[in-house]
C-alpha cells in the first residue's frame, strides 16, 4: 500500500465526499422534467453551445490544450500567470457550486475571498474543503451536455491519455509536483509522517523519522467520475447516481490497496472501471 491504511481511507472519504456533494450540486442545475432545458448557471454563465453525441471530442481537445497551456506556465516560470489562473479557476467553479445553495452574491464573495486565501495563505483545510465543491461546479456546466455515449467516449480516451501521461511521458507527474511544491495543487491532499524505521538512535531503541509524506488525488481523478455518475444522474435518478459513486470509490480504493510506495500510478484506468462496473450493474438491476 503507498500511504498508511488510515491517510488512505481519508483520501478516499474526502473523494466520496466530493462525489456526494457534486451529484447534489448538479442535480440543482438539472431540469425537473426531462425534455426541459437545463437550469441557468449564476451570473448568467453560458455553457458550450456543443451536441451530446460529439460533445466528448471538443472537452478532450481543450483538456489538451490546458496541459499545453500548463507546461508552458511552468516551463517559462510564470508563476504569477499559474496564480491567476487557478484564481479564477477556483472562483468561477466556486461560484457555481455555491449559488446551488446560498444567493449568488454570496457565492461570488465567498469564492473570491477563498481563492485569494488559498494563493497567498494556502492551509490544507481549506484547500481539501474547497475541492469538496468546485467539481460539482464542473459538472453543473458539462453533464447538461454529455450523455452515456459521449461521456464513455471521454472517459476511455481520458484513460488512455492518462496511461501515456504517466507511465510514457511522464509529464502528469511533473505537474503534479510543480503543483505540490508550489502548494496550489488542483486536486485533494493529505500530508503526514510516515511510519519510522529503525535507523538511528533515539534513547534506547534505533528509530529515524523518514521524511514527511503527502497523500495526492488529481483534480481530474476526482472531476471525470463525478461527470459520468453526473450523466447517470441526469438519465436516471440519485438513486442510481450513488450506486454509479460507489463502485467508483471501490474501484479508487482497490487501487491504493494495489500502488506502492514511490511510484506513480494512472488513476483514470481504474476509475473509468469503476464507472462502467457501475453502470452494467445498473443495467442489470434496472
Not at 472562483?91 to 469564492?111: D, R
Not at 495563505?121 to 458539462?142: M, R
Not at 501521461?165 to 511544491?181: G, I, Y
Not at 523518514?210 to 463525478?226: M, T, V
Amino acid at each position: 500500500m503507498k500511504h498508511t491504511l488510515i491517510v488512505t481511507i481519508l483520501l478516499v472519504a474526502m473523494f466520496l465526499g466530493s462525489q456526494i456533494i457534486g451529484l447534489f450540486i448538479t442535480k440543482h442545475y438539472l431540469p425537473e422534467q426531462k425534455g426541459e432545458p437545463p437550469k441557468e448557471l449564476p451570473f448568467d454563465i453560458e455553457r458550450p453551445q456543443i451536441e451530446e453525441k460529439t460533445s466528448y471530442l471538443p472537452i478532450f481537445i481543450s483538456i489538451l490544450l490546458a496541459t499545453l497551456i500548463a507546461f508552458a506556465l511552468i516551463k517559462f516560470k510564470a508563476y504569477k500567470l499559474w496564480k491567476l489562473w487557478f484564481f479564477l479557476a477556483i472562483s468561477f467553479t466556486l461560484i457555481i457550486a455555491l449559488s446551488s445553495f446560498i444567493p449568488q452574491i454570496i457565492a461570488l464573495i465567498i469564492s473570491v475571498v477563498v481563492a485569494l486565501l488559498l494563493i497567498f495563505k494556502p492551509n490544507v483545510i481549506i484547500q481539501n474543503l474547497v475541492q469538496l465543491f468546485i467539481y460539482g461546479g464542473l459538472a453543473a456546466i458539462f453533464v447538461p451536455i454529455l450523455n452515456i455515449i459521449s461521456i464513455s467516449i471521454l472517459l476511455v480516451l481520458i484513460s488512455i491519455y492518462d496511461v501515456i501521461a504517466v507511465w510514457k511521458t511522464k509529464h502528469m507527474v511533473s505537474l503534479a509536483k510543480f503543483q505540490t511544491k508550489s502548494k496550489l495543487f488542483a486536486g485533494l491532499s493529505i500530508p503526514y509522517e510516515p511510519k519510522t524505521s529503525k535507523i538511528g538512535k533515539i534513547g534506547n531503541k534505533k528509530y529515524k523519522l523518514e521524511k514527511g509524506s503527502i497523500a495526492i488525488l488529481g483534480g481530474g481523478d476526482i472531476g471525470f467520475p463525478l461527470l459520468f455518475s453526473g450523466v447517470i444522474l441526469k438519465t436516471y435518478n440519485m438513486q442510481y447516481a450513488l450506486i454509479t459513486t460507489l463502485f467508483i470509490t471501490l474501484s479508487l480504493f482497490a487501487l491504493f490497496l494495489i500502488s506502492k510506495k514511490g511510484k506513480f500510478y494512472p488513476g483514470m484506468p481504474f476509475l473509468s472501471a469503476g464507472c462502467f462496473l457501475g453502470y452494467l450493474f445498473i443495467l442489470l438491476i434496472k
